[in-house]
């Protein structure tokens, strides 16, 4: 290698860390020169601990609410011929309760337009995954067909219909659909048999945390009957998961969710569960 390439190299790599440095990331991506996004969740970890497909080669991929695109990008390396990932530009357009926030704002996309984190690690890793501007609930009316295989990931508990957004995906699933979501350990427990579900609706964009059984119910509601699927395991969290609130700010109501997160939940990461689906 010569010294000109060398230094190329170089200045491309700083280049790079300066570009992750400065940006607010939500995945855990691995990218060239041995940099390492600090997300909000570690989703390389995460993609260890359910059935994601290891090979998926050939096939027509769809990553539903990409965010910085990590599992598009994991779609591509793992031999996909065509992946586009969807998400929206606008945190406004999340489905937030009433009365939305005047700067509206998650860690997913933390401001207007396209998703700087998705950018910065599309061009790092030469990717060809195309995204799309839409919501999961325009995905009937998108024009893009059919796709072999479908993800989504993490996002029920945000959406104000989640069954809809399923029926919605089930229209573009010609092949299989997968998913990983957030379950509520606590009403696992407490309603083993039943469908049952935290319902939060208010301050933010979270809506129905459902216990394993309405996680599984819901899936099927939306159309798709499930093939395989797993027990519940955690999302563990990444090195870019914000730092605790002081506990004296904590509101009374909240003090002990805020505890039982801190005991247990901050260290193993979100409970969640998987299934792996096809059009029922």
């Known amino acids: ?3 000109d390439t060398t ?43 359910f059935s994601f497909p290891q090979s998926l080669a050939g096939k027509r991929c769809l990553d539903v609410g990409t965010a910085n695109g990590f599992w598009a990008f994991e779609m ?6 065509e992946v586009v990932a969807i998400d929206i530009d606008d945190p406004a357009d999340y489905d937030w309760p009433h009365p939305v926030p005047e700067n509206p704002v998650r860690p997913a996309n933390t401001e207007v337009g396209p998703n700087r984190g998705f ?3 599309h061009q790092a890793l030469g ?22 295989f479908v993800f989504m990931g993490a996002l029920m508990l945000h959406l104000r219909d ?32 039943s469908a049952a579900a935290v319902l939060r609706g208010a301050e933010e964009p979270r ?12 899936i099927r509601a939306g159309g798709f009957k499930i093939v395989e699927k797993g027990t519940p395991f955690f999302m563990p969290f990444g090195e870019g998961f914000p ?9 009374p109501r909240e003090l002990p969710a805020e505890i039982a997160f801190r005991v247990a939940l901050r260290r193993l990461g979100a409970a969640s569960s998987w299934a792996r689906c096809v059009p029922a």
């Open 207 to 218: 809506w129905w945390t459902p216990n394993l059984v309405a996680y599984r119910r819901m």
């Open 119 to 121: 950018e910065i690690a």
């Open 127 to 148: 990717s060809s995954v195309r995204r799309v501007v839409s919501s999961v609930y325009e995905l009937p009316e998108l024009g893009e067909g059919k796709f072999d």
């Open 1 to 3: 290698m010569s010294a």
């Open 243 to 251: 730092p605790l609130r002081a506990i004296g700010s904590v509101p």
């Open 76 to 81: 591509e390396r793992r031999g996909a011929e």
């Open 7 to 49: 230094t190329v190299t170089a200045d491309a790599t700083a280049a790079l860390a300066t570009a992750v440095g400065a940006t607010t990331w939500y995945h855990t991506i691995e990218l060239p020169g041995g940099i390492t996004t600090p997300g909000f969740y570690d989703t390389p970890e995460i993609a260890r601990r």
């Open 162 to 193: 989640p069954v809809g957004a399923l029926a919605a995906i089930r229209t573009v699933t010609g092949g299989e659909f997968m998913s990983a979501d957030s379950i509520s350990l606590s009403t696992s427990l407490s309603h083993p048999i």
